[in-house]
């Protein structure tokens, strides 16, 4: 097979919801409308997700090195290693052996650190698994968080506004700890939202404001169709920037459309309107 001409993969390393779009549920059809095969591995499974006032979940912690276990005997590599929710402290060096065991020298790890938002852990997310999860840092290559999570990975206070020179400082220390691209989500600009891009290459480090104004209501899976793009890009090896301007204009046209035909804030964006089916 020409090397050239085969189709990338990603393993995507993250919780599967039943009901309410986030995590795989969105990244699978997003993904894979890209262009790029998904090859999921579940951390845990929820009912629905952790917005609503109740859900089930089981998490797959005790399952999952059987999984690699039979991934390995496949001698499997991935282009990308997308990094999501995970359920427990203890997936934490399951994921890390996973990126030695699965990687090649062209492999790009994507880590969005799903913890929190607006200053909050998420409902059954344990603070330990959140001081756990800084390991990985080192391991990545982009980091896609929020400024919550920012908060969290840097050990400082959480604030919702900064000035774009405070956010670009965070994002660069975020880099020292190793990835190479940043881009912190959802920054409050008032009427607008932001994306700060901090890219590393060599010696030479650019910092980039992404403005946009609000689409509408602030939805849950947002920012999981949000990091899709950028890992999807990032596997392409398209410009980050210009990634980061796609996953910006995507998002907002979900969210409006969502608005627009009423669909409850829990049930997250309505991707699906824009998806292009290539038969």
Known sequence: MNK???????????????????????????????????CPVPTGIFSNHTGYDDYAKKDLSKFMPEYFKKWKKLDLKFDGIYIGYLTSSSQINM???????????????????????????????????ANALKELLKHADI?????TECAFLSDIEYKDKRTETE????????????????????????SMIGNMCFEKKGKTERATIIRKKIAG???????DLFSG??????????DFISSVK???????????????LNIPVNDGVCFEEFMDIRL
């Open 167 to 190: 956010w670009a400082d965070i994002a660069s220390g975020l880099c020292k700890r190793g990835p190479s691209r940043v881009v912190i989500t959802g920054i409050n600009l008032g």
């Open 95 to 129: 994921i890390k052996k996973f990126i030695k065991d699965f990687s090649n020298n062209d492999t790009v790890v994507i880590l969005d650190p799903v913890m929190g938002d607006e200053g909050r852990l998420y409902s059954g997310y344990k603070k330990s698994t």
């Open 229 to 238: 793009i950028i890992a999807a890009d990032a596997v392409l090896k398209n």
């Open 143 to 147: 980091i896609t968080p929020n400024a």
């Open 217 to 223: 209501k602030s939805r849950p899976g947002t920012g």
């Open 4 to 38: 050239k001409s085969r189709q990338k993969k990603i393993a995507v390393i993250n919780d599967m919801s039943g009901y309410g779009r986030c995590s795989l549920t969105v990244l699978l059809p997003v993904i894979s409308a890209m262009g790029i095969q998904v």
């Open 246 to 260: 796609k996953a910006s204009d995507f998002t907002a046209k979900c969210i409006a459309k969502s608005d627009e």
